[in-house]
């Protein structure tokens, strides 16, 4: 079905989330599970860079746009930067998300180690009204059992660790959206597990390795 004449469900849109949230109607994703950058800088062993890794200016614009398109009583997972919180927090509160839970993601591994060893990720749960509560509530510690290699994005995470957030916040048929896609991660999540789903990404190549890997795991 149709979002508007240019947002079809079950695609990913190249452009700014921004822009093109503008151009969905309110309250019409069911839930958005996103990772956007985390505003430091990050670069991989290979040089390569997170776009709007370097400023924070998409951050209160795109999130009071999260929250118009998203339906009332509904939930927003983010994951977000540990050393930007302040700023992530009040970004959320400013839309009018209420913070009603925090995931910590259990890596096997360290992404890096310098004060510490870094072995986590980390996202936080966001509601928009007054949703119903869950009869078994979903754990807020998530195993996170192996790099993904990172072959198609810089910060590629695991399509396994997003299921379960899948699950628990949408229903089969939903629409859950992405506005800050990457290589795809999130919509392959939410196909599998029998929803709907829009990505934006601002980055062509990124774009390019969403729309492949969509279609490669449709034909595999
Ligand atoms: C942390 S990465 C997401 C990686 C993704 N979870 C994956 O598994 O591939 C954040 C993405 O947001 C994109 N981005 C940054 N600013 C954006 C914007 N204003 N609109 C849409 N995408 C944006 C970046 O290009 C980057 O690919």
């Known amino acids: 079905m149709a979002l508007t004449c240019n947002l079809i469900r079950n695609t990913v849109a190249l452009g700014n989330c921004i822009d093109l949230m503008k151009q969905m109607p ?8 996103t990772d956007p950058p985390y505003i430091t800088r990050y670069l991989d062993r290979s040089g390569r860079s997170v776009m709007n890794d370097d400023n924070a200016d998409w951050l209160g614009p795109s999130f009071e746009q999260a929250y118009r398109v998203l339906k009332c009583n509904s939930f927003c997972v983010s994951f977000y930067g540990w050393s930007k919180a302040d700023l992530f927090l009040t970004a959320w509160r400013n839309a009018g998300f209420r913070i009603v839970g925090h995931l910590v993601f259990r890596k096997s591994y360290a992404s890096s180690a310098k004060f510490l060893r870094y072995e986590h990720e980390q996202a936080y749960l966001l509601a928009k009204g007054q949703p119903e509560l869950p009869e078994f509530p979903l754990g807020d510690v998530i195993d996170w059992p192996r790099s ?17 957030l899948i699950r628990a916040f949408s229903s089969r048929g939903d629409l859950v959206l992405d506005p800050f896609c990457g290589s795809g991660s999130t919509l392959i999540a ?3 597990t029998g929803r709907n789903y829009v990505g934006f990404e601002l980055d062509e190549k990124h774009h390019d390795s969403a729309v492949t890997r969509l279609a490669a795991e449709i034909r595999g």
């Open 26 to 33: 309110s309250r019409s994703a069911d839930f958005i599970l």
């Open 148 to 164: 993904t290699g990172n072959r198609f994005h810089p910060t590629q995470k695991p399509v396994e660790v997003l299921k379960p």
């Open 190 to 192: 939410a196909r599998d």
